[in-house]
């Protein structure tokens, strides 16, 4: 895979809560285009690891290039300049809570554009749309389901176009169909849009539903262990434990009474 | 690469059809054409079917998408059926995407007219409405020290002395400050009227009897209002935002034993303390006013000895105990009523407070006209 097709390229990333090392030489691309998924056991590091690549935490060592360039030898306006390209969903929502559904996309937008007060709400609207969502606008996050704030979340990520789109565990706590209709949402916004998807998950339908290539981190060795196309991964991966975790703990099975 | 500007043009054909062109760039920054200013030509021209096409676009971006989304929503509640296959397919797409779901039709709900809210009769209803409330609060909350009482509640202990000191100790810095500065407003006050009748040594008796009847209760639950009382506010409000008041009540615990009775015998337990603390201080204020006006220490403290009388002590001590469960009535109910959202709990602990200071104005007015009466 030549360099300059990778988007965004991880070299030699060591993660450390102070002394405290959670992944060490992590080394992978993410290429263009790719919906990536961060995958592991919880309490390996994969959040940890999505900090690091929205700069939010300093690597204890490596580097973590977008479009071949460093992030954080960057100075801080080329930083935000580069973030302004990225659309984030947190883990546990980080949607504002005393701002209604419309104020929390039409946030963005205010900063980040000269649309005027009528194209905001229009483009608020269309974001809205897009995940379903339209007629929603004066509704706080406190006042629609589970599913309906995280695909609110998701119009606020995307609501400047972005060229990379993070998100943390997005269809954590979803019933299977709202999870699967997320998924279709994701993959045909960045089929439309042509956008590179970062994703922490480990819910297994969406692996193997939509994701094209993927990076398994193990909590015992701390660092990563699979890195490949998921489907790939189930049935080539030399180590058990990733076999295992794409199974969900059959593949040990098979192979212990192998 | 050459910009050019946004145009649309609609074209008809005679068998009730349309064709909707899009040129130029339809991009942030440059002026592309409203939705409002064309639909009233859509409207008029009133074809069964529209056909975009996307020949002449140039750059696009959300803007477009947003004049497309309009067009798609207003030709669908007017059965004009729209063929998009002809737009980039992108934009194709993503129309598809947006268009899926139906727009919400939000639940029309009219808003009171600005009058009614000045009306005085709603008011009033309102302030009745709130005692009532707070009545009833406090009854449950009397339910609650009665299972206290037989052993019966859910209500730890650990959680008393956190509160406690939070509520005690936590609190001495302000309160020092607060009482020694009322001592001297109060000794001042006095002074410049007892000059004229070279009665300057009354001004002891003053300072004695003003803190340990009035003030010493008065501006300890002032500050503790400020203090605690919209911290317990805040913490319910928040507990209540984050569902756990929620799962305190499904695990079978009442939220008023576990939540409510630490908090408020906490500062049933401090408030009296602190006020002995605030009117001792408070005295020392009035004596340092007092020497600057040529009385002595020992004078003061003479003078002040006499003017110590156990219906005084007696009095303030009723009002600390009567200002900390107003306080902590008006925090807690705040808090567990709070709505859901961080903006909900800033309005509890402001409520929290103004309800906590009218009702201690009012219970103060209260207990002096009934001692006056009684004679004590
Ligand atoms: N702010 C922090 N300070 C110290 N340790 C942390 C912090 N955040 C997470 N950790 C630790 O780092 C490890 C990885 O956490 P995280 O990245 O959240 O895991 P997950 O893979 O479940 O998202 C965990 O052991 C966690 O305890
Ligand atoms: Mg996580």
């Known amino acids: ?258 | 690469m050459s910009s050019s500007t946004a145009q649309i043009q609609l074209d008809l054909d005679n068998d009730h059809g349309a064709k909707l062109h899009f040129a130029g760039d339809w991009v942030e920054g440059s002026a592309t054409p409203e939705y409002l200013d064309f639909r009233p030509q859509l409207l008029a021209s009133a074809p069964n079917t529209l056909v975009l096409s996307g020949e002449g676009l140039g750059e696009w971006d959300s803007i477009f998408m947003a004049f497309l989304l309009q067009l798609c929503n207003d030709c669908r509640e007017r059965d004009i059926s729209i063929d998009s296959a002809a737009l980039p397919a992108s934009a194709h797409r993503l129309l598809q995407v947006a268009t899926t779901v139906k727009p919400h039709k939000p639940p029309e709900e009219d808003s009171p007219p600005l009058l009614a809210t000045l009306n005085p009769v709603a008011m009033l209803k309102g302030v009745a409405e709130g005692t009532r409330d707070s009545l009833a609060f406090m009854g449950e909350v009397t339910v609650a020290l009665g299972r206290l009482a037989v052993g019966k509640a859910n209500t730890r202990f650990s959680d008393f002395l956190t509160f406690c000191y939070q509520a005690g100790p936590n609190a001495f810095a302000i309160i020092s400050l607060t009482s020694v500065l009322v001592g001297m407003i109060l000794a001042y006050l006095g002074a410049v009227q007892l000059q004229q009748f070279g009665a300057e040594i009354y001004v002891a008796d003053l300072v004695v009897i003003g803190m340990l009847r009035e003030m010493g209760a008065l501006m300890t639950a002032i500050v503790m209002a400020g203090r605690t009382g919209a911290a317990y506010a805040a913490q319910l409000g928040t507990m209540q935002t984050n569902e756990e008041v929620d799962a305190i009540s499904t695990m079978g615990i009442s939220p008023v034993e576990f939540l409510v009775v630490p908090r408020m015998l906490a500062l049933v337990a401090m408030m009296p303390l602190l006020t002995i603390y605030a009117n001792i201080l408070g005295i020392v204020g009035g004596g340092i006013v007092a020497g600057g006006m040529g009385i002595t220490p020992l004078q003061y403290i003479n003078a002040g000895e006499a003017a110590i009388d156990s219906a005084h002590i007696f009095v303030g001590m009723l009002k600390s105990f009567v200002f900390a469960v107003l306080i902590a009535v008006a925090g807690c109910r705040s808090g567990i009523n709070s709505g859901r959202s961080s903006a909900a709990v800033g309005q509890a602990a402001t409520e929290a407070v103004v309800t906590a200071v009218v009702y201690l104005i009012i219970a103060d007015a209260a207990i002096n006209i009934l001692f006056q009466q009684l004679g004590i």
């Open chain 1, 1 to 258: 895979m030549s360099e300059s097709r990778a988007h965004i390229h991880i070299d030699k990333l060591t993660m450390a809560y102070g002394d405290f090392v959670i992944q060490r030489d992590l080394s992978f691309d993410i290429n263009r285009g790719d919906i990536f998924v961060i995958m592991g056991g919880s309490g390996c590091g994969k959040s940890t690891l999505l900090k690091h690549m929205l700069g939010l935490i300093t690597p204890a060592k490596g580097d973590i290039a977008f479009n071949g360039q460093s992030f954080f030898s960057a100075p801080p306006a080329r930083q935000d300049e580069m973030r302004q390209g990225w659309g984030i969903t947190y883990q546990t929502g980080g949607m504002f809570s005393a701002m209604t559904l419309a104020e929390n996309v039409t946030l963005p937008l205010q900063l980040y554009t000269d649309f005027n007060r009528d194209q905001i709400a229009e483009v608020v609207a269309y974001k809205l749309a897009l995940v379903g969502l339209d007629g929603y606008q004066d509704y706080y996050p406190s006042e629609v389901s589970g599913g309906m704030r995280k695909r609110a979340a998701l119009a606020r990520a995307i609501a400047l176009d972005p060229e990379i789109l993070f998100f943390d565990e997005p269809s954590a706590g979803l019933d299977p169909i709202s999870s699967r209709l997320l998924d279709e949402l994701i993959q045909q916004l960045q089929e439309s849009t042509g956008a590179t998807v970062v994703m922490v998950t480990h819910e297994l339908p969406s692996i193997y539903g939509i994701a094209t290539n993927s990076v398994y981190l193990d909590a015992h060795t701390r660092t990563m262990i699979g890195y490949g196309d998921p489907k790939h991964l189930r049935d080539h991966s030399n180590e058990p434990v990733v076999r295992q975790f794409l199974t969900r703990g059959l593949g040990a099975a098979e192979d212990s009474t192998a």
